[in-house]
């Protein structure tokens, strides 16, 4: 079926009377006062107009069955104008409609490499046929699957690490005088991801550091089917302190080409952020399966088609004498032959055609993280101090003295983090250590702190950021799911975002508690693939791993998160008061991702724990053993991916497996302890027991929903007597 727009291309071209006017050269301006040049206009009308058939194939292919993706860039095209103001190592992360962006960027290369996305094939050059994105690694696009303005955080965090970079004295992926170029629409612009992201540009540029950031709003005025509100975008972007705001009429690309030029310069020498306001127009719709008169009128629809930018360029140039209508023409057919005739071709390629197939970048990514282990840390640089037994919250500190002393690209950043230590004192000494280059404080932002972690990463630095609670996370989650765990999928592990997020966690925690600081939710984590859960609960444990977690985000651009129990941080005692038996040594070694470790022998009981549940777990051991229950506990340490081979040696030895879980009974740990135990035949008896399905209340009320020691007991006695 023939899209109406097209229709209307050729048929308002056809109209036009040829004119015999000198056609001017190609250095010579399209127009008077505009720095784009005729040869220049040519090269962004050859990008729209493959932009514009591109999105012509997509329903071509999908009306075959053979094309998957039919969001196009239609109405858009006029963001090639800005590709062409930036340079090609310019780092870019784009807009689902910034076709025309792509196309400039990538010349005639990019029609094959759209059309093999539109098939998901696999021989498409970033994501293998995994998705469809606009992304090339030698072109410098980090692919995005962003329809939300997800990927604003990692934007800022990649104009930070340009200039970091060069004050660490360290590699950065982007040339010092980079740019950061990021685009949205503007629905997007109010999703509190953008605003969040926005702010974050300016507080940090407030305060002198470098934020060479362009953000490109391409403002056609509807988000699916709800309208923007006219003059919505000027009126919040135009006048906000701190951001250079320009404009440009997004159907006109000479108008466009010299604001992007303006803004572009602007942010370069600046080093500040600006914003790009491109008044577009959307046209064929939402996407192929968008029945758009169920909201616009045909007034409407038809209304738009003269502000399409591929018709008002060709004016230009027909107006200019630099094309004739038939030359017009001419390419546009040519250009529409040649991307069927390339439709054709890429949609008889193989596609992945196994869940292995499907799932080689996270297995590649998981051997990485698997082989990066430190084998031992003995050589590693220490912070000085003597080799006396330590807490939990002092061997995480040296640890980090050392991630710092051993990889000059780590950082450390978040909320509270750098003068005050951490809420805790976790982090105290470090940044009087170093600088406050290295160690430093954030706004009070989970999205942001998590974006400037995305976007270090994928710039060449070891992002470790902190969250201050467990409960925070779930406010920026997206961050991790939809943003730092797709990246080495969606490329094809050509970009990686190495990071280690540590974050307080769990409950137990005396005097100060309640919900948001004593949470023991990690459901909305434990399901993403390729994301490594360290849980660590004794101190050498608690530095062994952060040693792995940063080694293994080095080599392997993984990202980890550290679950690091509160309760735990300053426990000395096990069993008795003053008896110390919770300090231990700093490590020697690294802990092997996915390895458990034992304590004690018994041959009654196997305890399956973790965190906070290693230590009561222990204690109800030693009970246990009074009343003639031999036990040996488990502690876990690591909760995706769990230590199968050693839960599942260790829960023969018994034939009886209690799973001691802090987290809730529903979505919690446990669930797939168990899952995983009977999955691999295990056929001895088992039982778990854990929180209650409740938020956790303030002060002891907690301990009635709270996992306890006497309920671990009773349940141990059940198991083995019953």
Same mark, same amino acid.
């Given at each position: 079926?023939?899209?109406?727009?097209?229709?209307?291309?050729?048929?308002?071209?056809?109209?036009?009377?040829?004119?015999?006017?000198?056609?001017?050269?190609?250095?010579?301006?399209?127009?008077?006062?505009?720095?784009?040049?005729?040869?220049?206009?040519?090269?962004?009308?050859?990008?729209?107009?493959?932009?514009? #058939?591109?999105?012509?194939?997509?329903?071509?292919?999908?009306?075959?069955?053979? %094309?998957?993706?039919?969001?196009?860039?239609?109405?858009? +095209?006029?963001?090639?104008?800005?590709?062409?103001?930036?340079?090609?190592?310019?780092?870019?992360?784009?807009?689902?409609?910034?076709?025309?962006?792509?196309?400039?960027?990538?010349?005639? !290369?990019?029609?094959?490499?759209?059309?093999?996305?539109?098939?998901?094939?696999?021989?498409?050059?970033?994501?293998? *046929?995994?998705?469809?994105?606009?992304?090339?690694?030698?072109?410098?696009?980090?692919?995005?699957?962003?329809?939300?303005?997800?990927?604003?955080?990692?934007?800022?965090?990649?104009?930070?690490?340009?200039?970091?970079?060069?004050?660490?004295?360290?590699?950065?992926?982007?040339?010092?005088?980079?740019?950061?170029?990021?685009?949205?629409?503007?629905?997007?612009?109010?999703?509190?991801?953008?605003?969040?992201?926005?702010?974050?540009?300016?507080?940090?540029?407030?305060?002198?550091?470098?934020?060479?950031? &362009?953000?490109?709003?391409?403002?056609?005025?509807?988000?699916?089917?709800?309208?923007?509100?006219?003059?919505?975008?000027?009126?919040?972007?135009?006048?906000?302190?701190?951001?250079?705001?320009?404009?440009?009429? %997004?159907?006109?690309?000479?108008?466009?080409?010299?604001?992007?030029?303006?803004?572009? +310069?602007?942010?370069?020498?600046?080093?500040?952020?600006?914003?790009?306001?491109? @008044?577009?127009?959307?046209?064929?719709?939402?996407?192929?399966?968008?029945?758009?008169?169920?909201?616009?009128?045909?007034?409407?629809?038809?209304?738009?088609? !003269?502000?399409?930018?591929?018709?008002?360029?060709?004016?230009?140039?027909?107006?200019?004498?630099?094309?004739?209508?038939?030359?017009?023409?001419?390419?546009?057919?040519?250009?529409?032959?040649?991307?069927?005739?390339?439709?054709?071709?890429?949609?008889?390629?193989?596609?992945?055609?196994?869940?292995?197939?499907?799932?080689?970048? &996270?297995?590649?990514?998981?051997?990485?993280?698997?082989?990066?282990?430190?084998?031992? &840390?003995?050589?590693?640089?220490?912070? *000085?101090?003597?080799?006396?037994?330590?807490?939990?919250?002092?061997?995480?500190?040296?640890?980090?003295? !050392?991630?710092?002393? @051993?990889?000059?690209?780590?950082?450390?950043?978040?909320?509270?983090?750098?003068?005050?230590?951490?809420?805790?004192?976790?982090?105290?000494?470090?940044?009087?250590?170093?600088?406050?280059?290295?160690?430093?404080?954030?706004?009070?932002?989970?999205?942001?702190?998590?974006?400037?972690?995305?976007?270090?990463?994928?710039?060449?630095?070891?992002?470790?950021?902190?969250?201050?609670?467990?409960?925070?996370?779930?406010?920026?989650?997206?961050?991790?799911?939809?943003?730092?765990?797709?990246?080495?999928?969606?490329?094809?592990?050509?970009?990686?975002?190495?990071?280690?997020?540590?974050?307080?966690?769990?409950?137990?925690?005396?005097?100060?508690?309640?919900?948001?600081?004593? !949470?023991?939710?990690?459901?909305?984590?434990?399901?993403?693939?390729?994301?490594?859960?360290?849980?660590?609960?004794?101190?050498?444990?608690?530095?062994?791993?952060? #040693?792995?977690?940063?080694?293994?985000?080095?080599?392997?651009?993984?990202?980890?998160?550290?679950?690091?129990?509160?309760?735990?941080?300053?426990?000395?005692?096990?069993?008795?008061?003053?008896?110390?038996?919770?300090?231990?040594?700093?490590?020697?070694? %690294?802990?092997?991702? %996915?390895?458990?470790?034992?304590?004690?022998?018994?041959?009654?009981?196997?305890?399956?724990?973790?965190?906070?549940?290693?230590?009561?777990?222990?204690?109800?051991?030693?009970?246990?053993?009074?009343?003639?229950?031999?036990?040996?506990?488990?502690?876990?340490?690591?909760?995706?991916?769990?230590?199968?081979?050693?839960? &599942?040696?260790?829960?023969?030895?018994?034939?009886?497996?209690?799973?001691?879980?802090?987290?809730?009974?529903?979505?919690?740990?446990?669930?797939?302890?168990?899952?995983?135990?009977?999955?691999?035949?295990?056929?001895?008896?088992?039982?778990?027991?854990?929180?209650?399905?409740?938020?956790?209340?303030?002060?002891?009320?907690?301990?009635?929903?709270?996992?306890?020691?006497?309920?671990? +007991?009773?349940?141990?006695?059940?198991?083995? @007597?019953?």
């Amino acid at each position: 079926m023939a899209e109406p727009i097209d229709e209307y291309f050729t048929a308002t071209i056809s109209a036009i009377s040829e004119s015999a006017r000198p056609r001017p050269g190609d250095d010579l301006p399209v127009r008077d006062g505009s720095s784009l040049t005729v040869g220049g206009c040519l090269t962004l009308f050859d990008a729209a107009l493959g932009s514009r #058939h591109l999105d012509l194939a997509a329903r071509y292919l999908r009306a075959q069955g053979k %094309g998957y993706y039919t969001i196009g860039s239609s109405g858009h +095209e006029g963001n090639s104008a800005v590709a062409a103001a930036l340079r090609p190592t310019d780092p870019a992360l784009l807009h689902y409609r910034s076709g025309g962006f792509y196309m400039a960027r990538a010349g005639v !290369d990019g029609l094959r490499d759209v059309l093999l996305g539109l098939v998901a094939a696999t021989d498409e050059p970033i994501a293998g *046929g995994r998705h469809k994105v606009f992304g090339r690694h030698d072109l410098h696009i980090i692919p995005q699957t962003s329809t939300i303005a997800s990927h604003l955080p990692r934007a800022v965090g990649v104009a930070f690490s340009i200039a970091r970079a060069k004050k660490l004295g360290v590699a950065c992926a982007w040339p010092e005088d980079a740019i950061t170029v990021c685009s949205f629409g503007d629905a997007s612009a109010n999703h509190s991801t953008a605003v969040g992201a926005i702010n974050a540009a300016l507080h940090a540029a407030y305060q002198g550091v470098p934020m060479p950031l &362009l953000f490109v709003c391409e403002d056609n005025g509807i988000g699916i089917s709800v309208p923007t509100p006219r003059g919505w975008i000027e009126q919040m972007f135009s006048s906000r302190a701190g951001l250079a705001y320009f404009a440009a009429d %997004g159907s006109d690309l000479a108008d466009t080409f010299d604001a992007a030029t303006a803004a572009a +310069e602007w942010v370069r020498t600046r080093r500040r952020p600006a914003f790009l306001h491109v @008044r577009t127009v959307r046209l064929m719709g939402h996407a192929g399966s968008d029945y758009e008169p169920a909201y616009r009128s045909a007034a409407e629809i038809a209304a738009s088609y !003269d502000r399409d930018p591929v018709l008002r360029t060709a004016r230009v140039l027909i107006d200019s004498g630099v094309l004739t209508p038939a030359e017009v023409l001419s390419r546009y057919e040519a250009m529409r032959a040649k991307v069927i005739g390339l439709a054709d071709e890429v949609s008889e390629l193989p596609q992945l055609d196994s869940a292995q197939a499907v799932m080689e970048p &996270l297995r590649a990514a998981h051997d990485e993280v698997v082989a990066a282990a430190p084998v031992s &840390l003995v050589a590693s640089v220490r912070s *000085g101090e003597a080799d006396a037994p330590i807490t939990v919250a002092a061997a995480i500190n040296r640890a980090l003295h !050392d991630i710092l002393d @051993r990889y000059p690209e780590a950082m450390i950043f978040g909320e509270d983090v750098a003068r005050k230590g951490g809420v805790y004192g976790v982090t105290r000494g470090l940044q009087a250590a170093t600088s406050s280059a290295r160690v430093f404080d954030t706004l009070l932002d989970e999205q942001s702190i998590l974006g400037l972690a995305l976007g270090a990463g994928v710039s060449g630095l070891l992002p470790i950021p902190e969250i201050q609670y467990l409960a925070y996370f779930h406010n920026a989650a997206d961050q991790i799911r939809g943003e730092a765990a797709t990246l080495q999928f969606f490329s094809n592990r050509q970009y990686r975002n190495p990071m280690v997020v540590r974050m307080a966690a769990y409950g137990y925690q005396k005097g100060f508690g309640g919900h948001f600081h004593n !949470d023991n939710s990690i459901a909305a984590m434990r399901d993403i693939p390729g994301v490594v859960i360290a849980s660590p609960a004794r101190p050498d444990d608690a530095a062994g791993m952060l #040693h792995t977690c940063a080694a293994a985000a080095r080599e392997a651009g993984a990202v980890y998160i550290l679950l690091e129990p509160i309760a735990l941080y300053h426990t000395r005692d096990l069993y008795d008061d003053n008896d110390g038996g919770w300090l231990a040594a700093y490590p020697a070694s %690294g802990v092997a991702v %996915g390895r458990a470790r034992t304590y004690g022998e018994g041959t009654d009981l196997t305890i399956l724990t973790f965190g906070n549940g290693l230590r009561m777990s222990l204690r109800v051991a030693r009970r246990l053993a009074s009343v003639h229950i031999d036990a040996r506990v488990v502690d876990l340490r690591w909760l995706a991916p769990l230590p199968v081979e050693d839960m &599942l040696r260790e829960a023969e030895v018994s034939g009886r497996v209690l799973i001691v879980d802090e987290t809730r009974e529903t979505g919690g740990v446990g669930e797939g302890v168990l899952a995983t135990l009977v999955k691999h035949g295990f056929a001895g008896r088992l039982d778990r027991v854990a929180s209650k399905d409740s938020f956790i209340p303030l002060g002891d009320a907690a301990l009635q929903v709270l996992l306890s020691e006497e309920t671990v +007991e009773a349940a141990a006695i059940k198991l083995v @007597r019953s």
